[in-house]
């Protein structure tokens, strides 16, 4: 049986916090067997915000570095970089003409930044789940892994899909939202009821991946608990003490009830500390190898480029079989 196809891709917005790499990169990585994965670096998609340029191309970098050092095989995993395939933004424009404002204008996400960025609210901001689309639907992508805060995006994808689909006839497969377990969402440590997110301007509510183990055993141990002393998994009254054990639990391996059953009597410093080492003992050697390959640029160059190939050719395939049903010349 032919495997499915997976997409999923991050922003090249810096610093990936612990967050993405339990909700994303390491659910793609137990992936990377059972699937035909292809993973990018949403570089376009960063440009909706006001960036530095040469910091937007060295996060690009060092995203691709972090993909590898986190575990992703660039040997199993179409690895690539967003903007070095134009059919991306080719069927992009041509989706644009398939989606309305009225879509778009519900979109949660648009709504969130552009109160965040009021001075900065671009069309390009208000297109983005149009670009998201398009990425996934130039693969047959039958799985996108991502947050449940792009689960919207993935609802008007397929929208998007099925109104093209009943135009023109079969041509984009359906995607489904690949929603991991526990780990889809990781809050902060400060406010456990908001996601652990890298712009948080409050260092001690997110670990970062390229943390010293010092700041991480810092900020555990002042994460935001509760004052039962209990560690006992309720995401309603007890979201701080919750959030620490899906982080373990993660990591090691192990459900709520089993995280309970081990830290019973424990009290909340015991746990802390014993959920600060396991994130140090699994960051050390990621950091190790991502450090090495910052190093090796050449690398890095190698293994995009081999990922841009294989994805252009796929992308490009599907742009063919679009241009050619809506009418543009394309032999
Ligand atoms: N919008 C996604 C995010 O911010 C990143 C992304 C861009 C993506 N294109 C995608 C995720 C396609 C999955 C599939 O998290």
């Not at 903007?83 to 879509?103: D, F, K, Q, R």
């Not at 009943?166 to 377990?181: D, H, L, N, V, W």
């Given at each position: 049986m032919e495997k499915k196809t997976i997409l999923s891709g991050i922003q090249a917005t810096g610093n990936l916090t612990l967050g993405n790499y339990l909700g994303a990169l390491n659910n793609w990585i137990e992936m990377q067997d059972k699937y035909d994965c292809y993973y990018m670096i949403a570089d376009l998609h960063t440009l909706t915000i006001r960036k530095d340029p040469e910091e937007l191309r060295k996060n690009t970098l060092s995203l691709i570095a972090l993909y590898i050092a986190a575990g992703l095989d660039p040997d199993k995993n179409t690895i690539f970089i967003q903007s070095h395939i134009p059919a991306h933004s080719c069927l992009s424009w041509v989706l644009n003409c398939y989606t309305y404002m009225g879509e778009l204008n519900r979109m949660t996400q648009f709504k969130d930044k552009a109160a965040k960025h009021a001075d900065n609210i671009n069309s390009g901001l208000f297109t983005y789940p149009v670009l998201m689309a398009a990425d996934i639907l130039a693969y047959n992508a039958d799985l996108v892994p991502v947050g449940d805060d792009q689960k919207q995006h993935l609802e008007i994808t397929r929208d998007i899909a099925e109104r093209f689909n009943s135009i023109?006839?079969?041509?984009f497969k359906m995607p489904e939202a690949y929603i991991g377990k526990v780990g889809a969402r990781i809050m902060g440590l400060q406010d456990p009821t908001a996601k652990m997110s890298k712009?948080?301007?409050?260092?001690?509510?997110k670990i970062l991946l390229t943390d010293t183990p010092e700041d991480i055993r810092k900020k555990f141990k002042k994460a935001v608990t509760d004052s039962e002393n209990v560690v006992r998994y309720d995401r309603e009254t007890k979201p701080g003490v919750s959030n620490l054990m899906a982080i373990y639990g993660i990591i090691k391996n192990k459900t709520m009830e089993e995280v309970e059953k081990e830290f019973e009597?424990?009290?909340?410093g015991n746990f802390k500390s014993a959920v600060a080492e396991a994130v140090v003992q699994r960051l050390e050697p990621l950091q190790k190898r991502y450090y090495e390959l910052l190093e090796n640029p050449e690398k890095l160059k190698a293994i995009y480029e081999k990922g841009d190939k294989k994805a252009s050719e796929k992308a490009n395939k599907m742009l063919k079989e679009v241009y050619t049903k809506i009418g543009l010349v394309v032999d």
């Amino acid at each position: 049986m032919e495997k499915k196809t997976i997409l999923s891709g991050i922003q090249a917005t810096g610093n990936l916090t612990l967050g993405n790499y339990l909700g994303a990169l390491n659910n793609w990585i137990e992936m990377q067997d059972k699937y035909d994965c292809y993973y990018m670096i949403a570089d376009l998609h960063t440009l909706t915000i006001r960036k530095d340029p040469e910091e937007l191309r060295k996060n690009t970098l060092s995203l691709i570095a972090l993909y590898i050092a986190a575990g992703l095989d660039p040997d199993k995993n179409t690895i690539f970089i967003q903007s070095h395939i134009p059919a991306h933004s080719c069927l992009s424009w041509v989706l644009n003409c398939y989606t309305y404002m009225g879509e778009l204008n519900r979109m949660t996400q648009f709504k969130d930044k552009a109160a965040k960025h009021a001075d900065n609210i671009n069309s390009g901001l208000f297109t983005y789940p149009v670009l998201m689309a398009a990425d996934i639907l130039a693969y047959n992508a039958d799985l996108v892994p991502v947050g449940d805060d792009q689960k919207q995006h993935l609802e008007i994808t397929r929208d998007i899909a099925e109104r093209f689909n009943s135009i023109y006839g079969e041509t984009f497969k359906m995607p489904e939202a690949y929603i991991g377990k526990v780990g889809a969402r990781i809050m902060g440590l400060q406010d456990p009821t908001a996601k652990m997110s890298k712009s948080s301007p409050n260092e001690l509510d997110k670990i970062l991946l390229t943390d010293t183990p010092e700041d991480i055993r810092k900020k555990f141990k002042k994460a935001v608990t509760d004052s039962e002393n209990v560690v006992r998994y309720d995401r309603e009254t007890k979201p701080g003490v919750s959030n620490l054990m899906a982080i373990y639990g993660i990591i090691k391996n192990k459900t709520m009830e089993e995280v309970e059953k081990e830290f019973e009597g424990a009290g909340y410093g015991n746990f802390k500390s014993a959920v600060a080492e396991a994130v140090v003992q699994r960051l050390e050697p990621l950091q190790k190898r991502y450090y090495e390959l910052l190093e090796n640029p050449e690398k890095l160059k190698a293994i995009y480029e081999k990922g841009d190939k294989k994805a252009s050719e796929k992308a490009n395939k599907m742009l063919k079989e679009v241009y050619t049903k809506i009418g543009l010349v394309v032999d």
